[in-house]
């Protein structure tokens, strides 16, 4: 019965769909047609792959490499605009990658230690220190690129030539040309980092020699005394710690202020004049002679000689009676040694004696090397503001200016806190004043619509609502509306076969329209008499129809 009433069903509405005008026939097919067609597209439109950069900045070489790889593997690809990034879908990037680059792709234009694998028989040794510089210049490049701020880099080496002669040696120079990402800098640390990786890979490069230059001409390391330019002034460091001796400073005084005058009712600022030079100094003083009693007798030295000297000689002659005299004794110490003399002599008693006496003292020096510690403070000046207090609670608080005995006590704090020193030149302001209260202003944040992940689901959302809004549109404005009206079922009609259909076909339309204009049962009997008078032969046939039921 169910299948029965399907089919039915299926009939009538194929009957109904039989009885539509041509316009709407052609209505119902355009709208079927053009669903199918947008639900192809929307399927086709998702599976098209999102694709991402593989790689960026390749070299033509390595580009086409790359590209050929790609071919043999089947991955579609495709160029970006100017041919600068070659672009896979995002689900394989890593994956290929990874493939290429057990393919030894991409290359590059770099190249480092590997340049010695290549050696042939018979070069000469200047091709050799070449090519050992470009593998040295390409490792260092290499190095300085794996840094998350740096996109690429230049290296530079001069290595002058040996020399035996200690006064021709010279010692190696770098150079390097960095190029950063948008956006992206290098602070003086890791712009150090850089400096001393450089100086470290070198044999004999010293820091000071190494220059260091972004891709705007800024000059970052300039070859100079430990890397830094001379005439550049303050150096990052110490702008850094002198930053942060300011901000000591102002913290102090912050923080033994406000439990008295309460949390953001006090401002402080400090200047500091630091001393960053570098003094060395060496003293060496004499002091005069001290009394030969109190004076530290280095050496002294005695000698005495003691013969006969009115007796002529006698003996035999010979080398018996020829001798020298005794070895002379100098003790350290002696009795009767002439003061404070440098040299003093006596002569002994009797015509042959003589003596002499030597005495050396101590000299009293100081020895004195002194280093000033850099980055003294030679003056600081401080400028401090407090706002008035608030006297009462709610709406009838009012502020008050502080009166002279608090501002004394305030003034003395902030001398103790700073470590105030008059003879140094210090100075100290402190104000009392009332604040003056400001909205803030209100940073305005980046646009969304420059978001490249916004840009992204932007163009998703669009994509999905134009279909959904065409789909929409098809099936409520162009098939549901058909398909309402072959759902509801047409007048009832009487068809009559043979001549009855015929000679209903020729009542005049003067008689149908009276007809069809009658209403009531009286209405449509005067009707029926009237056609019989009219045309009594449509009427015997009808007669004859009903009788005969539909049979000749």
């Given at each position: 019965?169910?299948?029965?009433?399907?089919?039915?069903?299926?009939?009538?509405?194929?009957?109904?769909?039989?009885?539509?005008?041509?316009?709407?026939k052609l209505g119902l097919m355009f709208g079927i047609a053009a669903i199918i067609a947008v639900v192809a597209g929307s399927w086709m439109w998702s599976q098209t792959p999102d694709y991402r950069v593989l790689y960026s900045n390749l070299s033509d070489r390595d580009g086409g490499s790359v590209i050929a790889s790609l071919q043999q593997m089947n991955i579609p690809?495709?160029?970006?605009?100017?041919?600068?990034?070659?672009?896979?879908?995002?689900?394989?990037?890593?994956?290929?990658?990874?493939?290429?680059?057990?393919?030894?792709?991409?290359?590059?234009?770099?190249?480092?230690?590997?340049?010695?694998?290549?050696?042939?028989?018979?070069?000469?040794?200047?091709?050799?220190?070449?090519?050992?510089?470009?593998?040295?210049?390409?490792?260092?490049?290499?190095?300085?690129?794996?840094?998350?701020?740096?996109?690429?880099?230049?290296?530079?080496?001069?290595?002058?030539?040996?020399?035996?002669?200690?006064?021709?040696?010279?010692?190696?120079?770098?150079?390097?040309?960095?190029?950063?990402?948008?956006?992206?800098?290098?602070?003086?640390?890791?712009?150090?980092?850089?400096?001393?990786?450089?100086?470290?890979?070198?044999?004999?490069?010293?820091?000071?020699?190494?220059?260091?230059?972004?891709?705007?001409?800024?000059?970052?390391?300039?070859?100079?005394?430990?890397?830094?330019?001379?005439?550049?002034?303050?150096?990052?460091?110490?702008?850094d710690y002198l930053h942060q001796v300011e901000q000591s400073y102002v913290k102090r005084i912050e923080a033994i202020l406000t439990p008295l005058v309460g949390t953001d009712n006090v401002k402080a600022q400090v200047a500091a004049d630091l001393d960053f030079a570098m003094v060395e100094q060496t003293a060496e003083t004499f002091k005069p002679n001290p009394v030969?009693?109190?004076?530290?007798?280095?050496?002294?030295?005695?000698?005495?000689?003691?013969?006969?000297?009115?007796?002529?000689?006698?003996?035999?002659?010979?080398?018996?009676?020829?001798?020298?005299?005794?070895?002379?004794?100098?003790?350290?110490?002696?009795?009767?040694?002439?003061?404070?003399?440098?040299?003093?002599?006596?002569?002994?008693?009797?015509?042959?004696?003589?003596?002499?006496?030597?005495?050396?003292?101590?000299?009293?020096?100081?020895?004195?090397?002194?280093?000033?510690?850099?980055?003294?403070?030679?003056?600081?000046?401080?400028?401090?503001?407090?706002?008035?207090?608030?006297?009462?609670?709610?709406?009838?608080?009012?502020?008050?200016?502080?009166?002279?005995?608090?501002?004394?006590?305030?003034?003395?704090?902030?001398?103790?806190?700073?470590?105030?020193?008059?003879?140094?030149?210090?100075?100290?302001?402190?104000?009392?004043?009332?604040?003056?209260?400001?909205?803030?202003?209100?940073?305005?944040?980046?646009?969304?619509?420059?978001?490249?992940?916004?840009?992204?689901?932007?163009?998703?959302?669009?994509?999905?609502?134009?279909?959904?809004?065409?789909?929409?549109?098809?099936?409520?404005?162009?098939?549901?509306?058909?398909?309402?009206?072959?759902?509801?079922?047409?007048?009832?009609?009487?068809?009559?076969?043979?001549?009855?259909?015929?000679?209903?076909?020729?009542?005049?339309?003067?008689?149908?329209?009276?007809?069809?204009?009658?209403?009531?049962?009286?209405?449509?009997?005067?009707?029926?008499?009237?056609?019989?008078?009219?045309?009594?032969?449509?009427?015997?046939?009808?007669?004859?129809?009903?009788?005969?039921?539909?049979?000749?």
């Open positions: 019965m169910a299948v029965a009433a399907q089919e039915n069903a299926f009939g009538g509405m194929l009957e109904r769909l039989g009885q539509l005008s041509n316009q709407r690809y495709k160029m970006a605009e100017g041919g600068g990034a070659i672009l896979v879908p995002s689900n394989q990037v890593y994956e290929m990658r990874l493939r290429l680059a057990s393919q030894g792709l991409p290359k590059g234009s770099v190249v480092g230690f590997e340049l010695m694998d290549g050696q042939k028989l018979g070069m000469s040794q200047f091709q050799e220190q070449v090519n050992y510089q470009r593998a040295l210049e390409g490792e260092i490049t290499r190095s300085i690129q794996s840094l998350s701020a740096v996109q690429g880099a230049r290296v530079h080496l001069a290595i002058p030539k040996p020399s035996v002669f200690v006064r021709d040696q010279q010692k190696p120079s770098a150079s390097v040309l960095l190029s950063l990402y948008p956006g992206r800098t290098l602070d003086a640390a890791q712009v150090s980092g850089i400096v001393h990786l450089i100086a470290s890979s070198v044999p004999e490069l010293p820091v000071k020699n190494v220059t260091l230059v972004d891709q705007n001409g800024n000059l970052l390391v300039a070859a100079g005394e430990g890397g830094v330019d001379a005439h550049a002034g303050l150096d990052p460091t110490q702008l030969p009693n109190d004076a530290a007798i280095r050496s002294q030295q005695t000698s005495e000689t003691v013969g006969d000297a009115g007796k002529p000689a006698s003996g035999v002659p010979g080398a018996m009676s020829n001798q020298p005299p005794g070895a002379a004794s100098a003790p350290i110490t002696a009795t009767g040694s002439p003061a404070g003399g440098a040299a003093a002599g006596g002569a002994a008693s009797g015509a042959g004696a003589h003596k002499e006496s030597t005495v050396n003292f101590e000299v009293d020096k100081t020895i004195q090397h002194v280093r000033q510690p850099v980055g003294g403070i030679k003056r600081l000046s401080v400028a401090v503001v407090v706002n008035n207090r608030m006297v009462g609670v709610g709406k009838n608080a009012k502020a008050k200016p502080l009166t002279a005995a608090e501002l004394a006590q305030l003034q003395n704090l902030v001398k103790e806190a700073m470590g105030y020193n008059q003879a140094r030149g210090d100075t100290l302001n402190l104000v009392n004043a009332a604040f003056t209260t400001s909205e803030e202003e209100v940073v305005p944040s980046a646009p969304l619509w420059k978001d490249p992940g916004n840009i992204s689901l932007a163009k998703e959302v669009a994509k999905n609502l134009l279909i959904a809004a065409l789909l929409f549109y098809l099936v409520f404005g162009v098939i549901r509306p058909i398909l309402r009206d072959l759902a509801q079922p047409g007048p009832a009609r009487h068809h009559h076969a043979g001549a009855a259909d015929e000679e209903v076909a020729e009542i005049s339309p003067q008689a149908a329209a009276r007809a069809a204009q009658s209403a009531g049962y009286d209405e449509n009997l005067k009707a029926a008499r009237e056609l019989a008078k009219q045309d009594p032969r449509v009427v015997a046939s009808v007669v004859k129809d009903w009788v005969g039921g539909g049979n000749e």
